[in-house]
């Protein structure tokens, strides 16, 4: 079946502007979570969603980052006046179940959006 | 040229060489660790996690091996090919929303 999907592949903008960045997730996964990989890095968590609601954003940097999840499916990340060190890979997984307590849910990665900020 | 900031640890082996890649880990109370692989311009993919009772576990030519004394990690990769050339990341899954804490990264490079 079809994997999580993120677009767009890359994007490059300007110191500034604002960017949206997009994840499908496996149809029927309610649990979704953003991370951000700096280059050579490993992945840093940003936000977590349970179906529609986000329970724990404590990994957002700034004020300048937010994320919406609609329909308990497609999920969209936007950065508003993007700095240079936003520059990263931003990765979108699923899982199919919220997490619980002695339990593992497996997370599904996306590709990624290379996002640079000129 | 080479990246400024790219220091991750690398690993160099001959096709058919055992592997060990190995992970320190700060949270005593995380109650899964996993092990992903991520090939360049891929999402990192799951290899083999291991729960916090256990010391060791074994899957198709990898074994995860966990000392919670010495917060330690390792993967072992038997019989090593060129397609097991990627950046391996070991992960804590905390029971706090389930979201992953990664650590740093090793490069494994498999020469033919």
């Known amino acids: 079946g079809a994997g999580v999907s993120q677009s767009p592949s890359n994007k490059v903008t300007e110191k500034g502007k604002d960017v949206e960045l997009r994840c499908d997730p496996i149809?029927?996964?309610?649990?979704l979570y953003w991370y951000r990989q700096s280059l050579g890095q490993g992945l840093e968590f940003l936000i977590y969603f349970q179906g529609n609601s986000a329970p724990d954003k404590s990994g957002l940097p700034s004020d300048r980052f937010s994320a919406e999840r609609t329909g308990g499916s497609v999920s969209t990340l936007t950065i508003q006046r993007t700095q240079q060190e936003d520059s990263a890979v931003y990765l979108c997984a699923s899982s199919r179940n919220s997490p619980r307590a002695g339990g593992y849910n497996e997370q599904f990665f996306g590709p990624g959006t290379r996002l640079t900020v000129l | 040229g080479e990246s400024v900031g790219l220091h991750l640890p690398t690993l160099s082996v001959q096709e058919g060489d055992n592997s060990i890649i190995n992970c320190a880990y700060s949270n005593s109370a995380s109650d899964y660790f996993i092990w992903y692989k991520q090939e360049s311009g891929k999402g990192p993919q799951f290899i083999i996690d291991i729960r916090s009772n256990m010391d060791k576990r074994q899957g198709q030519r990898v074994t995860v091996l966990l000392n919670k004394t010495v917060k330690h990690l390792s993967l072992q990769i038997a019989a090593t090919q060129p397609g097991d050339s990627a950046v391996y990341f070991c992960?804590?899954?905390?029971?706090?929303?389930?979201?992953?804490?990664f650590g740093q990264g090793t490069i494994l490079t498999v020469h033919p």
């Open positions: 149809s029927g996964h309610t649990a």
């Open positions: 992960a804590e899954y905390g029971t706090s929303y389930g979201k992953l804490t």
